[in-house]
């Protein structure tokens, strides 16, 4: 639709639909304005799934690996079909809008939304963004660009502010936003946080860069709550604030324009956009949006299963991956994350996936009829107890599996009932009258001794077990963030001895308090096992089996929206578990089951060292693939691994005095570590696969033409497995009279090779990887001059090196391409594999 089209409609509408259409109607929904055509569009959370409107555990979504997996697999490619993945389930609940995907960056590893962030590097972040959108938005449905900008860290997120120098800004924090808006985002959400002293609903960066210099024509959605102004917020380029129907905004916006303080202009470009948005989605007069074929829920599973082996990253192999499923005869699984694993991060984008095939699961499945597994869980991992579920208790009025949940009035007479699958209930049914929400729920408890309960919520909570009140007391909120208030709310706990078989009825109850949202939780945690013991049997277990496979990772009290890590140390007895087991069994593959980085302080001592990421509904099944060999870890890493928290150049994440200070400027991720000249444990771009290469030769032309060079680099498949490798491209300017990083990652691409070919890959530099910011100019610049152009493995692992010329575009004579200047030897190998298992054929 035309813009001419478009302001036909805007004034069709009086002042009063005009700003009506600003706030949204619902927690989910926008406003409708039929005199125009306009229905109300939905949004949801959708990162790595598609929740829809509600909370409720019995609608169920497909659940993609985390952002940083999607991240590893540097494939725009399988980004994009899973970005259409998200289309359709979005298509299929009724959402226009999907809230995601997030485009922040890995600037500290404490950062505790890692999961849900791609990488600390701007050029692969705009790139696998830039794929994710085009994906989303190609079966109609708008993707969000998220939380522009520079929201990297979760300390006081709500009020922080940010100051990152003006370099840095547009380098490094910007660029990935600037990517999505190249690649046609139909919305932008702004944060939280302040950048600059403006908060950022507030910010003038709304105007400019976003829909001044970069012509963004979408809208700019308000983070839940964050529009906390009426006439500064609306004199910015924000356009819309969730949720509804209350906001800042209103008739208080209604008057502020009526008494001229806001001019109707503005509001009129608000609409324009927000009508332009529905038409893009289908939801404005009969403008029917992109459907393209639907893909079945077995084509999907197969991509999700993919996307698992895709993203995970090989970090360390001494011959002992793949396995050969005719070899081997026994296998011990060990670690509490095998069979309960963490597939996503916990917060507000949180899904309920439509089935889980965990990592023993997905082990059993591969060797069924042909080997056998056992199973020992380690150690108790030291954290909360998990909700009850289906598996673990039974409704007391019913006896089916799971939970009875009922809505009391203030005199305690039911007023609604129902049947839930999981004590874990955000969004519990409000009913008129309703005062409290009660959870029960039979638990027969598997094993004696002092079992551990907990119930959350704000205001009074009760927890009784067989009448015995554990905890009764009243909690007032703490805080008004969304992702503590309406999905992680505190527990409290209590204790009480139980024995092993005797069913006993569990009650926990939460009143409903003004402004203290309604999620409620019931938890529960048998007794630990002795560690020593736990410990010896995981031993036994390894020592007895052929091969062992121990995964271990983060659990959602260190990793998860609304607070930072402060350590990098795996939880609980985590690292002596590995470390055990590796003594035990020379063949161990460890796992570890993280979405942002841990130190893994015996990573040099298992026989092989996979990152599984978060990985999302089918993780047990992509792992057990790469386990075997039918498919190749591909993934690399989107972000540098210190081998210690003390080794990383950049960690701050809490602000002093309400200000967070970007002190580093553009030097984040493998940028800061080549300029501190410290080696981590894995730089960026590092990973493995089930073969080896040659980096041969590079080629670049003479000169820079105005939109980037292309660089040519030679490879050879030294290995015996067809196999793929991603190289990756690097610039640097020793000579430079601008202060630069050591290096920075320009460019890549992936090429797939047969044992022994050689072939040559295009890698494409754009222009934007030669340009840097100018304060004094406030505009980009390029700097002339010799610039050398690395390729190689890894920000690391660079063996090829040779340099290009950057001059004006019209001055740069005609000469013959650069060939390889400097070769890098190559890195030692590997220590020597383990002997390979030998069978007698009898």
Not at 92 to 105: C, F, R
Not at 161 to 184: K, M, S
Not at 394 to 423: C, F, K, Q, W
Request: glycine share 10%; aromatic share 6%; with cysteine.
């Amino acid at each position: 639709m035309e813009d001419d089209e478009l302001t036909r409609l805007v004034d069709k509408l009086s002042l009063a639909q005009k700003v009506e259409m600003l706030t949204g109607a619902t927690t989910w929904r926008t406003a409708a304005q039929p005199a125009v055509g306009l229905r109300e569009m939905v949004m949801s959370d959708g990162p790595t799934g598609v929740r829809g409107e509600s909370w409720d555990e019995r609608r169920t979504s497909a659940l993609l690996p985390a952002a940083t997996a999607l991240a590893a697999m540097w494939d725009e490619d399988l980004t994009g079909r899973l970005g259409a993945l998200l289309a359709q389930e979005a298509r299929g609940k009724g959402v226009h809008v999907v809230l995601g995907p997030t485009l922040n960056l890995h600037r500290s590893p404490l950062a505790g939304r890692h999961f849900e962030c791609f990488s600390e590097d701007p050029e692969l972040t705009g790139r696998t963004g830039a794929a994710l959108i085009r994906g989303i938005q190609s079966g109609g449905v708008a993707a969000t660009a998220k939380h522009y900008v520079a929201n990297d860290s979760e300390t006081d997120r709500l009020t922080v502010d940010v100051r990152v120098p003006e370099r840095a800004l547009h380098e490094v924090y910007l660029a990935p936003f600037e990517a999505a808006v190249e690649a046609g985002a139909w919305a932008v959400m702004s944060g939280y946080n302040g950048v600059g002293g403006a908060t950022m609903t507030e910010s003038p960066l709304l105007g400019e860069p976003l829909k001044g210099r970069w012509g963004f024509d979408g809208v700019v959605v308000s983070d839940w709550a964050a529009v906390r102004s009426t006439v500064p917020s609306a004199l910015a380029a924000q356009d819309l604030a969730m949720p509804g129907p209350q906001s800042p905004w209103g008739e208080a916006l209604l008057s502020a324009v009526r008494a001229g303080q806001v001019p109707e202009e503005v509001i009129d470009d608000k609409v324009r956009r927000l009508l332009r948005l529905a038409e893009r989605v289908g939801a404005l007069g009969d403008a029917a949006p992109v459907r393209p074929p639907r893909q079945g829920p077995r084509r999907s599973r197969a991509l999700l299963r993919r996307a698992v082996a895709a993203s995970t990253v090989l970090l360390t192999n001494h011959g002992v991956l793949p396995w050969s499923t005719g070899a081997v005869r026994t296998v011990a699984v060990i670690g509490a994350h095998a069979a309960r694993p963490r597939l996503q991060g916990g917060g507000s984008a949180g899904v309920f996936p439509q089935h889980t095939v965990t990592p023993l699961d997905g082990i059993r499945a591969a060797l069924r009829g042909r080997a056998e597994v056992t199973y020992v869980p380690g150690p108790a991992l030291v954290e909360q107890p998990w909700p009850l579920d289906a598996d673990r208790c039974a409704d007391p009025r019913t006896g089916r599996p799971g939970l009875l949940l009922r809505v009391l009035d203030r005199a305690g007479h039911e007023l609604y009932a129902e049947h839930r699958l999981s004590g874990r209930l955000l969004e519990p049914a409000l009913v008129p009258g309703a005062h409290t929400v009660e959870l029960s729920a039979t638990l027969r408890p598997s094993v004696g001794g002092e079992w551990t309960f907990g119930v959350g919520g704000f205001g009074r909570l009760e927890l009784l077990v067989d009448g015995e009140p554990l905890v009764a007391g009243t909690y007032p909120k703490t805080t008004d963030d969304p992702a503590v208030v309406h999905v992680g709310p505190p527990c409290r706990h209590g204790r009480i001895v139980l024995r092993a078989g005797r069913a006993v009825e569990v009650v926990a109850r939460r009143s409903l308090e003004p402004d203290t949202g309604r999620a409620t939780l019931l938890t529960a945690a048998p007794p630990p096992p002795d560690r020593a013991a736990a410990l010896a049997r995981a031993v036994e277990a390894a020592r007895a089996a052929d091969v062992a496979v121990v995964v271990v990772g983060t659990t959602e009290g260190s990793e998860s929206e609304g607070h930072d890590r402060v350590t990098l140390a795996l939880p609980g007895d985590q690292d002596a578990l590995v470390a055990a087991v590796a003594a035990a069994q020379p063949r161990t593959v460890a796992v570890v089951n993280s979405g942002g980085p841990v130190e893994l302080p015996w990573r040099d001592e298992v026989g092989a060292l996979l990152l599984a990421w978060f990985p999302g509904q089918e993780s047990g099944a992509g792992l057990a693939d790469v386990l075997f060999g039918q498919a190749e870890p591909g993934g690399r890493l989107p972000t540098t691994w210190a081998a210690r928290l003390t080794d990383a150049p950049v960690t701050r994440t809490r602000p002093e005095d309400g200000v967070l200070v970007y002190g580093e400027g553009t030097h984040i991720g493998h940028r800061a570590w080549l300029g501190a000249g410290r080696e981590p444990a894995y730089w960026f771009g590092h990973g493995l696969g089930y073969t080896t290469w040659d980096y041969e030769d590079i080629e670049v032309p003479a000169h820079a033409g105005p939109d980037g060079f292309t660089v040519r680099v030679t490879v050879r498949n030294t290995g015996d497995r067809a196999g793929r490798e991603v190289v990756q491209v690097y610039l640097s300017r020793p000579e430079s009279a601008v202060e630069r990083p050591a290096r920075w990652l320009a460019g890549y691409a992936a090429v797939t090779a047969r044992p022994g070919a050689r072939t040559e890959v295009e890698v494409h530099v754009p222009a934007r990887a030669l340009r840097h910011w100018s304060p004094g100019d406030h505009d980009w610049r390029t700097e002339p001059g010799r610039y050398r152009v690395h390729a190689g493995r890894s920000a690391g692992d660079l063996p090829l090196t040779t340099r290009i010329e950057v001059t004006p575009a019209h001055r740069a004579p005609r000469q013959p391409p650069h060939r390889t200047a400097h070769r890098t030897p190559q890195p030692p190998g590997p220590r020597p594999p383990l002997p390979a298992l030998q069978r007698t054929v009898r």
